[in-house]
């Protein structure tokens, strides 16, 4: 029985195909096991760690998860909090007591906090096998986001945009002089000066379109470069690709 | 549904004749026509503006003339907004957005008379050529409007006439023959939006969530009118009606290039 | 009578030309296009979604929704008039399960994966390269798959087994059309139908030489899910 992987690494693979044959390779995330082969069960990028085959999935909904920070929008004021869209399946929902340190007096006018509309960062603190949510404003960096736009982008290029230790985003930033907060389910959050903005949003979807290929952080730093007609120092040395 | 302070936001980088993605106020996305994209179709076209995707089809049948007008021939506009194009859009009945859209089409159609229905007749009170137009929207980024318009258009210049059966039903198995519509007027719509104090046209699928008021106009290439659809919950005034029909002879020829 | 020479000159087994491409609606999580001959379908996945009306959700599973549709232009003959119909909910119907043998969607309680079916121009096999589209546009939207599903027709034309029919076969008065829709890496079939009259041997070699044709379908899916991500300049 000849144990051997049948694919190479980073080499995109659809469902059904086979990646490892013999009972020694595990199937990670993304794989499954047939017989005595790891196989493909989703659209996704082949990485290999050691005897583990797991897939880097390209597409797909954002799945909520604890601790994440995400971006949401209220899209009802409830008796007791809010209730928010995320870009996902699921809605969430924002209790009084995780909405503030301040003292919410019975009967307060709720839309004085977030109102109808409103974009939020807040952390995620609970999912239940139902897929409920609940979120808190507790926390830092967690508040409501005034003014400014929204766009978004697949969850799973998230990491990319963000960059190792934040050092992409930080590029972007600093390069198109914008305040920018990237929600682990895919919705962003801009606001600087429109043409600043312009060009920090085509980054970041220039990102998205190539977060599978090599060499990402100088290619959009050279982007940056001609867009802004400035200097982009990359930030990080080697780090992430 | 966008809230004040976006708002706000948005109308300071119009202020700035810059937009969501870096067009300018009067600035059309690129606009794409190819012709002949479905062979079961007498006529059909895709319209790409930017990212929006719009195909329209034309089917003919030999029927008889609708009795109030026995020596024309019929003409109808449908439109619909799939649910392929857009997660808002549902399954089912046109809506009131298709219906609209279909509606303007039309109009723009029969009333600038590019296509003289007279002369679709095959013998009075009997039997004339039918004329459907169907379009589809594929895929949503904002102003399916214009997109819809010029895919009609171009969908009808596709036509060529089928084959007529010994029995003088159309023979649909039978290849076209080489005979395309008699066309007169070609309209062009350009919907032109409000949003604050600014006119802007070929808006994005965010930026509509902003509109105040807009005006469809339809141009012909002779720069007369000939159709005008106001929506929008925000009055115009006459001189802001008067210069948005004035963008809308101005930029008609950008759409009209692409055919 | 003897079926001498298919009507368009293909050989008894070949498949017309296809034609495959992803990712053709943004707006949507997930797309893609096929075209067999002149029968093109167009397909969008959105979800896993919210899913309404609420007597529908399931609290131990994702649902997979899908909703046929031909284009009023896209009949052989007459236009055909919107709004579906029986013919289009059934295909709806054998569709989704046809597909939802290789989909796990128990991640997604109460939500819905909605498919969109529509097609631009129709010269039979349409519900096959609706599921070959859906397939791929399912892939798209990073669902989770055991296999990709192909599907193509195989049938009779008077005393000739023959593979992809065409609407003048499939139309023949004296025939047989069978759709079978493939799980190419098992080789088992999640759709099987057919009208017309056969014997058992002439079904069981039409249902052979379908599943053989769908490692052709397979190929093209294959190559068209990778190009969605292939390197750009």
Redesign the interface.
């Known amino acids: 029985m000849t144990e051997e992987i049948v694919v190479q690494d980073k080499e995109i693979v659809v469902p059904g195909e086979k990646l490892a044959k013999g009972m020694s390779f595990l199937p990670g995330p993304g794989t499954y096991r047939d017989n005595d082969c790891v196989v493909a069960q989703k659209l996704g990028m082949v990485s290999v760690e050691g005897k583990v085959i797991k897939l880097i999935s390209l597409s797909g909904k954002y799945l909520p998860k604890m601790k994440d920070k995400i971006i949401g929008k209220v899209i009802d004021v409830l008796m007791t909090g809010w209730r928010l869209d995320f870009n996902s399946p699921y809605s969430a929902v924002l209790t009084l007591k995780d909405a503030t340190s301040d003292f919410i007096p019975r009967g307060a006018d709720l839309t004085q906090y977030y109102a109808l509309g409103d974009h939020i960062v807040c952390q995620i603190v609970n999912v239940t096998s139902q897929k409920l949510v609940d979120v808190s404003m507790k926390g830092p960096g967690l508040r409501k986001l005034r003014g400014g736009r929204i766009v978004e982008v697949s969850p799973m290029k998230v990491p990319r945009i963000i960059g190792k230790d934040g050092s992409m985003v930080q590029m972007i930033k600093d390069a198109t002089k914008c305040d920018i907060v990237v929600g682990q389910n895919g919705l962003i959050w801009l606001d600087g000066d429109p043409s600043g903005e312009v060009i920090a949003v085509k980054a970041i979807k220039k990102i998205e379109e190539e977060a599978h290929l090599g060499g990402l952080t100088s290619r959009i730093a050279t982007f940056l470069e001609k867009e802004t007609g400035q200097k982009v120092s990359a930030a990080v040395q080697g780090g992430a690709q | ?3 004040q ?2 708002r ?3 109308l ?2 119009l202020a ?1 004749n ?1 937009r ?3 067009r300018k106020a009067l600035e059309y996305r690129q606009i794409s026509v190819e012709y002949g ?6 006529g ?1 076209a895709r319209v790409r503006i930017g ?1 929006t ?1 719009v ?1 329209a ?3 003919m ?1 030999v029927a008889t003339p609708y009795p109030d007008t026995p020596n024309q021939g019929n003409l109808m506009v ?1 439109a ?1 907004l ?6 808002k859009f549902e ?1 089912g ?1 046109p809506g009131e957005q298709a219906t609209e859209l279909a509606r303007v089409v039309d109009r723009a159609i029969r009333e600038s008379k590019c296509i003289d229905v007279h002369k679709l007749l095959i013998k009075s009170g009997e039997k004339a050529w039918g004329i ?1 137009i ?1 379009i ?1 929207s ?4 904002g102003n399916l409007q214009d997109a819809a318009c010029l895919a009609a258009l171009a969908a009808l210049k596709d036509v060529r006439f089928p084959k007529i059966s010994e029995h003088g039903k ?1 023979d ?1 198995d039978a290849d076209k023959t080489d005979e395309k519509l008699p066309l007169g007027k070609e309209p062009i719509e350009v919907t032109v939006v409000k949003i604050g104090d600014q006119f802007l046209v070929d808006l994005l699928s ?1 930026e509509e969530e902003a509109i105040e008021a807009r005006l469809t106009v339809a141009v012909t290439e002779k720069n007369t009118v000939a159709a005008l659809q106001k929506g929008g919950q925000a009055p115009l005034s006459l001189e802001e009606l008067d210069k948005m029909v004035e963008i809308a002879q101005k930029l008609a020829p950008t759409l009209r290039k692409a055919l | 009578m003897t079926y001498h020479k298919r009507f368009d000159g293909r050989g008894f087994d070949e498949i017309r030309p296809m034609s495959a491409k992803v990712g053709i609606i943004p707006r949507a999580d997930g797309s893609a296009m096929f075209k067999i001959g002149n029968t093109m379908a167009l397909c969008a996945v959105y979800g896993p979604r919210d899913l309404h009306p609420k007597f529908m959700q399931n609290p131990e599973t994702g649902i997979l929704r899908i909703n046929y549709n031909m284009m009023p232009f896209s009949g052989h003959g007459e236009r055909v008039r919107p709004g579906g119909g029986r013919r289009s909910k059934e295909i709806s119907m054998v569709m989704q399960n046809s597909l939802l043998p290789v989909l796990n969607l128990k991640d997604y309680p109460n939500a819905v994966v909605d498919v969109f079916v529509e097609l631009p121009q129709t010269d039979a096999g349409t519900r096959c390269a609706g599921i070959t589209a859906a397939a791929m546009a399912l892939a798209d939207a990073g669902l989770e798959m055991k296999d990709m599903v192909c599907a193509i027709a195989a049938g009779r034309v008077e005393d000739k087994i023959v593979v992809d029919l065409n609407y003048l076969e499939d139309s023949h008065e004296d025939g047989c059309d069978i759709p079978v829709a493939v799980m190419p890496n098992s080789g088992n079939i999640t759709l099987l139908q057919m009208d017309g009259e056969i014997s058992r041997e002439m079904l069981k070699e039409a249902i052979k030489k379908a599943r053989d044709a769908c490692k052709k379908i397979y190929d093209v899916q294959k190559a068209a899910l990778k190009a969605r991500f292939a390197q750009r300049e």
Do not use: W
Request: proline residues 6%; hydrophobic residues 35%; aromatic residues 4%.
């Open positions: 549904m966008m809230n302070e976006q706000a936001h948005l300071r980088a700035k810059v969501f993605d870096g994209i479905s062979a079961s179709a007498e059909s990212g995707e195909i089809g034309v089917k049948e449908n619909e799939l649910p392929l194009s857009n997660p399954t009945p459907n169907d589809c594929i895929n949503d980024e159309v649909y965010d």
